[in-house]
């Protein structure tokens, strides 16, 4: 998905790049904020990880094989703000390092990938984890469903860019079946690894999910019976009330939104599976460096001409489904924070 | 690590190129960039032209051309997508050898083809001619935030380290008789993903401790500033002068 130079008009470009820097700016003061001076260690560390994460090869079948592109993992594991301060370092190196993504489209790759990513991911994870019951199991289906919509959300986030300061005039409604068809398969894959990777650091580690930090247990002392140490299980306790009747709504939601996803990949997983085949063989030869970003971009593309009449119906309305899910949590996130005052960060 | 701290993609050398200081490069290679994005692209003469200046530049920094060919080729997911615009703009038609082929789109493919080109040699040249420990220092001196810089060096520093860990996970693995064939094996892997996430986080948090025990208060002090002349931002600078004349050129031909 990594946009070269060309592809977005020189205006717009230059826009997402100040959206872009303002994002980096925000999340470089929020980031601060949490971790203090240990900021620069531990947001390199983890933007280190991620760079090598996505050269762990996941197989699907037979011969091909995708990986992981880590929006929403970072943005679970390490929170939204480290999260977008670690894709965007990546972005930056891989464009000045590696060539890959154009020089000009840096702020077009950090606001698509980096900026959308992470929000929408974590906007839903936030909102799910609010509403579910505080058990890990929920924060990992939240985990499952942040992934899955955040990867077509960014499709749809670079199609509308393109929507706007594309060079070319291809047909707007084109792009977005076969950028959303191709990345909902895709988000189906980084939601199953992102659900698999957080469960695995949430039963070992889960003081360091950043996302599950209001579900470690708080401390207990025994004298004689039972004492709480720790204040903050008052807030959300007196929150979960009013948090009932949402709650069904949330669930039937984000089921049809699931079984949606499923259908359609179902429906439809024939030829993006081989065209992604052809993109990784050709791609991986084709790149020196190891971790090919290749079979995402021509599978992003490539399906173009095969599917999108097949897909597009349908996809609209997961998509559809997706963005409400997000806008709507995000909302209801935020009044959740405002009655909460000081429950939680 | 024991390789030294050059990336893959840096030629060792000591031509002008090499010699000339990072920051200076690096604006030299944006705004080179930006040209060429802005330049219309019916003028087809003008990307000739740039490619020339690249290759000038290749030359002058003793750069193989079978090195940057091959370099180039990261670029082909792209130029797939690019030779799908004929067949899916519409618009006035043309027949090329029997095919009926669309001419906006045909523009637009022959856009995002020449300017991803060049934008791609571009980049792989500065990539080719800079080590690693510059580029931070160059990142440094065009006033990208200290943060974000410590950031993305502490990234490149560790990236080795974390990507070497990984590899002696899997070699782990296969020596446990594991081969991840498909979908069913997703598990063990997103293990290990989890399990290098615990690590490169303690590894981080360790990383802070030892630097604390040595005087770290949140900004790494400057041992060596990097400063260019202004015969060294003239010889820089020559680059995207010739383009830019190029691009107004093409502007008013």
Not at chain 1, 57 to 82: D, E, K, Q, R
Not at chain 1, 208 to 230: M, N
Not at chain 2, 201 to 214: D, N
Not at chain 2, 216 to 226: A, F, H, Q, R, W
Request: with cysteine.
């Amino acid at each position: 998905m990594h946009v070269p130079d060309g592809f977005i008009n020189a205006p717009v470009s230059a826009a997402a790049g100040v959206v872009a820097a303002g994002a980096v700016a925000v999340s470089l003061r929020g980031a601060r904020k949490e971790l203090d001076e240990r900021t620069a260690p531990l947001a390199g560390l983890v933007a280190a990880f991620i760079f090598a994460v996505q050269m762990l090869n996941f197989p699907v079948a037979a011969g091909t094989s995708g990986h992981l592109l880590g929006g929403a993992l970072a943005a679970i594991l390490v929170g939204p703000y480290t999260g977008v301060l670690c894709i965007a370092v990546v972005l930056l190196m891989q464009g000045i390092l590696f060539a890959d993504g154009g020089l000009t489209a840096l702020g077009v790759n950090i606001t698509v990938m980096g900026v959308v990513t992470v929000l929408v991911a974590y906007a839903l994870f936030r909102g799910l984890v609010l509403v579910l019951p505080r058990t890990r199991r929920s924060v990992t289906v939240a985990s499952f469903a942040a992934a899955l919509v955040s990867v077509p959300a960014a499709a749809v986030a670079f199609t509308a860019v393109y929507a706007i300061g594309g060079t070319t005039d291809v047909p707007i409604g084109k792009v977005l079946a076969a950028m959303a068809g191709v990345h909902t398969l895709i988000g189906i894959g980084e939601a199953a690894i992102t659900m698999l990777t957080v469960g695995a650091v949430v039963a070992v580690r889960s003081d360091l999910v950043y996302g599950a930090r209001g579900l470690t247990a708080p401390l207990k002392l025994r004298v004689d019976g039972e004492l709480v140490d720790a204040a903050p299980a008052a807030g959300p306790g007196a929150g979960d009330a009013p948090a009932r009747s949402p709650k069904k709504l949330w669930t039937g939601g984000v089921v049809t939104a699931l079984v949606l996803a499923g259908f359609v990949s179902f429906y439809a997983s024939a030829s993006p599976d081989g065209l992604e085949k052809v993109a990784a063989d050709k791609g991986i030869d084709a790149k020196v460096r190891p971790h090919a970003a290749a079979d995402s971009p021509l599978a992003d593309y490539g399906v173009k001409d095969v599917d999108d009449a097949r897909l597009s119906g349908g996809l609209a309305g997961v998509i559809g489904v997706g963005a409400t899910l997000a806008v709507g949590t995000g909302a209801f996130w935020a009044v959740r924070r405002r009655h909460a005052t000081g429950a939680q960060v | 690590m024991g390789a030294g701290h050059a990336h893959k993609l840096y030629r060792q050398g000591h031509s002008p190129v090499h010699a000339l200081p990072p920051h200076t490069k690096l604006a030299a290679v944006l705004a080179f960039v930006v040209v060429v994005a802005a330049t219309p692209r019916e003028a087809m003469w003008a990307f000739a032209l740039y490619a020339v200046l690249l290759g000038a530049v290749a030359v002058r920094a003793r750069v193989p051309a079978g090195f940057l060919l091959k370099r180039l080729l990261i670029e082909i997911p792209f130029v797939a997508f690019a030779l799908l615009m004929p067949f899916v703009v519409p618009g006035e038609q043309t027949t090329v050898l029997g095919v009926s082929l669309s001419v906006p789109g045909l523009w637009g493919a022959w856009n995002v083809l020449a300017k991803g080109t060049l934008g791609v040699a571009a980049s792989v040249l500065l990539a080719a001619t800079t080590e690693l420990r510059e580029l931070l220092l160059g990142l440094q001196r065009l006033k990208l935030p200290p943060l974000l810089v410590q950031i993305a060096s502490f990234m490149i520093r560790y990236g080795d380290v974390i990507t070497d860990e990984m590899r002696r996970m899997s070699i782990a693995r296969r020596s446990r008789g594991f081969e991840a064939r498909g979908v069913r094996h997703w598990g063990v892997l997103a293990k290990t993903a989890g399990a290098l996430f615990i690590r490169s986080y303690e590894r981080g948090e360790r990383v802070h401790l030892a630097m604390v025990s040595r005087g770290y208060t949140g900004s790494m002090p400057v041992i060596d500033e990097v400063t260019a002349t202004a015969a060294q931002w003239r010889r820089a600078a020559a680059l995207p002068a010739a383009a830019l004349l190029i691009c107004l050129l093409g502007w008013t031909l």
